[in-house]
């Protein structure tokens, strides 16, 4: 049973823990960190969702992704979550973003840089089935037309220190 920090709007504690899968009570929040991720050479890692996902099953994104755990910081979340989803388990993490939404979540987006060796990313089950690195100009074309609308949206204001950092 995985259990989450219920938080208020502004990211503060509330008190309380919620329940994966039962239902988030109306103005309270969990938090959810993204990871976009950069090798020191210039290129970016995509990932694919495994088909089993109920939000857009099988497609690429440009991060890896998941709830903090009950107890966890957002920057303890993003690392376990990119160790889980990738293997990637160093890099220099910077905060990009902090953003409250309609679906009572606190995304949280980091920029992961790292000299992870680039064919020693593994899988998790259920989660992702596939990667690949883009060159800087791939990324930049995979940005504008195939990337989760909602990471754009997040990423868009961010995307000169990303591409930069």
Same mark, same amino acid.
């Given at each position: 049973?995985?259990?989450? *920090?219920?938080?208020?709007?502004? /990211? @503060? =504690?509330?008190?309380?823990?919620?329940?994966?899968?039962? #239902?988030?009570?109306? /103005?309270?929040?969990?938090?959810? &960190? %993204?990871? $976009?991720?950069?090798?020191?050479?210039?290129?970016? =890692?995509?990932?694919?969702?495994d088909? $089993?996902?109920?939000?857009?099953?099988?497609?690429?994104?440009?991060?890896?992704?998941?709830?903090?755990?009950?107890? !966890?910081?957002a920057?303890?979340?993003?690392?376990?979550?990119?160790?889980? %989803?990738?293997?990637?388990?160093r890099? !220099?993490?910077? %905060?990009?973003?902090?953003?409250?939404t309609? &679906?009572?979540?606190?995304?949280?987006?980091?920029?992961?840089? $790292?000299?992870?060796?680039? *064919?020693?990313?593994? =899988?998790?089950?259920?989660? $992702?089935?596939?990667?690949?690195?883009? #060159? @800087?100009? !791939?990324f930049?074309?995979y940005?504008?037309?195939?990337?989760?609308?909602?990471?754009r949206?997040?990423?868009?204001?961010? =995307? *000169?220190?990303?591409?930069?950092?």
């Amino acid at each position: 049973m995985e259990q989450w *920090d219920a938080r208020h709007a502004d /990211g @503060r =504690l509330a008190g309380f823990r919620l329940i994966r899968g039962k #239902s988030i009570p109306r /103005g309270y929040y969990h938090l959810v &960190v %993204e990871i $976009t991720v950069r090798h020191t050479d210039g290129s970016f =890692l995509l990932m694919q969702r495994d088909h $089993t996902k109920l939000d857009f099953p099988g497609y690429h994104e440009a991060s890896a992704s998941g709830s903090a755990l009950a107890g !966890e910081t957002a920057l303890q979340a993003a690392k376990r979550e990119l160790a889980e %989803e990738t293997g990637i388990r160093r890099g !220099e993490f910077t %905060e990009l973003y902090r953003q409250t939404t309609d &679906v009572q979540a606190i995304f949280v987006g980091f920029l992961c840089v $790292t000299d992870w060796p680039k *064919d020693n990313i593994t =899988l998790q089950a259920g989660e $992702t089935i596939d990667f690949r690195w883009l #060159s @800087r100009a !791939e990324f930049l074309d995979y940005f504008s037309d195939g990337l989760i609308p909602y990471q754009r949206d997040r990423l868009s204001r961010h =995307l *000169d220190f990303i591409l930069n950092r």
